[in-house]
């Protein structure tokens, strides 16, 4: 079921509803106009969803909502144990300090397999999107994993551990990242390679850095390390 909550009239209208059967849910708060207030009662309805819901989907994008009431969001959704597939859309805003609180509230998954992650546009740096990654990869059951970076204000520092971060996770098999639009140069290029080899259990790798500031020596570093990655088996990357 799909459900587009705009203002404050139509959280009211979702609250009322029986949708503790549901196991599929998709709720869309694109510019959304309620307050944080209206965030934590949208977290607190959903523990009605606690014993069956697989998949689910939120979209954020363009809020202003605050970090601590977006982390309680994730908190409650963290004890739904069955909760298997999840996609995440937090684009355009501004998110410097947020995505390191939303990784620690994704950690505590501890049966989710499927997770997409929409940062495009959300001035995530390099520390913040290395801390992210660290926590992502504490998710143990986590298989597949798709990160969307799109033109944010990724550099050369934390690109090492921002990759590495990732191979905690034992089970991941699948991994897609863009990094487009980025500020990546070749130092960081190489030290990103770098990391990516560490994920020894990856078998699918799908890579986008296109419109960073490497050149052919980096992005040929990239590869290299890319290439010597234990278990790959089909890769796509498309860089400049």
Not at 119 to 146: P, R, V
Not at 166 to 174: A, E, N, R
Not at 191 to 202: N, P, S, T
């Amino acid at each position: 079921m799909s459900y587009l909550i705009k203002k404050d009239e139509d959280l009211q209208q979702f609250l009322l509803l029986d949708f503790s059967a549901h196991k599929s849910l998709k709720l869309d708060l694109k510019k959304s106009q309620i307050k944080d207030e209206g965030i934590k009662q949208l977290a607190i309805g959903l523990e009605t969803c606690v014993n069956n819901l697989y998949r689910f989907q939120i979209i954020m994008d363009n809020t202003k909502f605050e970090i601590q009431s977006i982390q309680i969001l994730f908190q409650k959704i963290s004890i739904c144990k069955n909760l298997q597939i999840l996609k995440v859309s937090l684009n355009q805003l501004d998110f410097r300090q947020g995505a390191y609180q939303v990784g620690k509230q994704l950690a505590l998954f501890e049966n989710l397999i499927n997770l997409d992650i929409e940062f495009n546009q959300s001035s995530i740096d390099s520390q913040a999107a290395a801390q992210f990654c660290e926590e992502i990869g504490k998710i143990q059951k986590l298989e597949i994993l798709t990160l969307d970076f799109y033109a944010n204000q990724i550099k050369e520092n934390f690109a090492l551990n921002m990759s590495s971060g990732l191979s905690l996770s034992k089970k991941l098999f699948d991994l897609s990242i863009d990094l487009r639009f980025n500020q990546l140069q070749d130092q960081g290029m190489q030290a990103f390679g770098i990391g990516l080899k560490k994920c020894k259990y990856v078998k699918v790798l799908a890579l986008q850095t296109k419109y960073n500031s490497s050149t052919v020596f980096g992005n040929n570093k990239l590869i290299q390390n890319i290439l010597k990655m234990d278990r790959l088996v089909v890769n796509k990357i498309d860089i400049q």
